[in-house]
Nanobody, 124 residues
Framework: QVQLVESGGGLVQAGGSLRLSCAASGRTFSMYAMGWFRQAPGKEREFVARISSSGGLTYYADVVKGRFTISRDNAKNMVYLQISSLKSEDTAVYYC?????????????????WGQGTQVTVSS
């Protein structure tokens, strides 16, 4: 069992930056691949980024590539999402999620554990 708690969201101007954090409980955190997803009002939850259990492999949605960076610190049971050059369309609730499988996946239904989300609002 893994419990996830996101933090770091807020209101930021377009072009600004934020770092989202996800704190995980459990001694098996390093065995999970981790993902970040987001959901805007009236839209489906969408994939943002994924990092392998070791941190050696990362994947990004095309719409955030070059602006977002996912990282993890297994010693601290933390996952981060550095987001920069923010746009109004980045406004959403951001969720971190844990995946027990080593098979790369970008589908929310494939992830096993979810946090409660943190709101990011970008003002233009």
């Amino acid at each position: 069992q893994v419990q996830l708690v996101e933090s770091g969201g807020g209101l930021v101007q377009a072009g600004g930056s934020l770092r989202l954090s996800c704190a995980a409980s459990g001694r098996t955190f390093s065995m999970y691949a981790m993902g970040w997803f987001r959901q805007a009002p009236g839209k489906e939850r969408e994939f943002v980024a994924r990092i392998s259990s070791s941190g050696g492999l990362t994947y990004y949605a095309d719409v955030v590539k070059g602006r977002f960076t996912i990282s993890r610190d297994n010693a601290k049971n933390m996952v981060y999402l550095q987001i920069s050059s923010l746009k109004s369309e980045d406004t959403a609730v951001y969720y971190c999620a844990a995946d027990r499988s080593v098979v790369r996946t970008f589908f929310p239904s494939d992830y096993d554990y979810w946090g409660q989300g943190t709101q990011v609002t970008v003002s233009s």
